[in-house]
């Protein structure tokens, strides 16, 4: 069974940083592409940054890029979203999530294998 959990929310004023975390086992951590989603209240989930099994690619949200920074390190089974300048607008709910593939679609309608239970990010302004 595959279990996903992720850590690093927390309250935070506008401008800061934080760094999640996420940790994945029951799988081959590395033969599979991984994102985060966000879902703020009142709002659709969105995919905020994805990346391959192999790092080749990554995908990121318009409104995040140059800001958060998407990474893996397959020997500790961890994904990462580094996120700096945070703004009031990235407050929510944070997902990791595992594809069923190396590559991903880093959308809503993705094939998942597996979602977190999320972590709050909340940004003061």
């Known amino acids: 069974q595959v279990q996903v959990v992720e850590s690093g929310g927390g309250l935070v004023q506008a401008g800061g940083s934080l760094r999640l975390s996420c940790t994945a086992s029951?799988?081959?951590?590395?033969?599979?592409?991984l994102g985060w989603f966000r879902q703020a209240p009142g709002k659709e989930r969105e995919g905020v940054s994805c990346?391959?099994?192999?790092?080749?690619?990554?995908y990121y949200t318009d409104s995040v890029k140059g800001r958060f920074t998407i990474s893996r390190d397959n020997a500790k089974n961890t994904l990462y979203l580094q996120m700096n300048s945070l703004k009031p607008e990235d407050t929510a709910m944070y997902y990791c999530?595992?594809?069923?593939?190396?590559?991903?679609?880093?959308?809503?309608?993705?094939?998942?294998?597996?979602w977190g239970q999320g972590t709050q990010v909340t940004v003061s302004s």
């Open positions: 990346i391959t099994s192999g790092s080749t690619t990554t």
């Open positions: 999530v595992t594809f069923y593939s190396g590559d991903y679609v880093c959308r809503s309608d993705g094939k998942f294998k597996a």
């Open positions: 029951g799988l081959t951590f590395a033969s599979y592409a």
